[in-house]
């Protein structure tokens, strides 16, 4: 790949062929990357948390930010790169997001995912023996995808 003029897109067909070398790229030259598709990309565990986690990093600072970049008549949550973010709790500033995260919490409790563990270990062995039956040559398609859909789906 060339890494000259490189700007990400997840939907690249080399990409989506290989995405480690690219990643890898990313972490090492770039770990916070402005695709020319119109959003960032953060390749870093602990870029990607302090994104995630802090406060000063929430929907209403991440509008602005884009807003800064194309402008302030620019709709953000209009850009179809960015309008199903704003359907995403974890998005979303409070009240909305801490209604939502009430929700949440206690599926996610520890006690909770402890309990699902056999199902989810059985969920995975399921995957992992069809991905290895159909000769399935796209791991992140295949299973990646796949796994966490069922296990959130798992009762």
């Known amino acids: 790949m060339d890494y000259s003029r490189f700007s990400f897109n997840p939907i690249d067909p080399e990409f989506l062929r290989d995405p480690y070398p690219v990643f890898a790229h990313l972490r090492n030259n770039d770990p916070v990357h402005w695709s020319d598709l119109g959003f960032w990309v953060v390749t870093r565990y602990e870029d990607a948390r302090a994104t995630l986690i802090g406060r000063q990093f929430g929907q209403g600072d991440f509008v602005r930010n884009i807003q800064l970049f194309y402008g302030e008549d620019f709709d953000v949550m209009a850009h179809p790169a960015y309008a199903w973010l704003s359907r995403v709790f974890v998005m979303q500033d409070p ?61």
Not at 99 to 121: C, F, H, N, Q, W
Not at 127 to 139: I, M, S, T, V
């Open 95 to 155: 009240p909305a997001h801490t209604r939502v995260r009430g929700l949440v919490t206690d599926a996610l409790s520890l006690k909770r995912i402890r309990a699902m563990e056999p199902r989810i270990r059985e969920l995975a062995v399921q995957l992992l023996d069809q991905y290895d039956r159909c000769g399935a040559d796209n791991f992140i398609t295949d299973f990646a995808y796949r796994f966490p859909t069922r296990v959130m789906s798992v009762p």
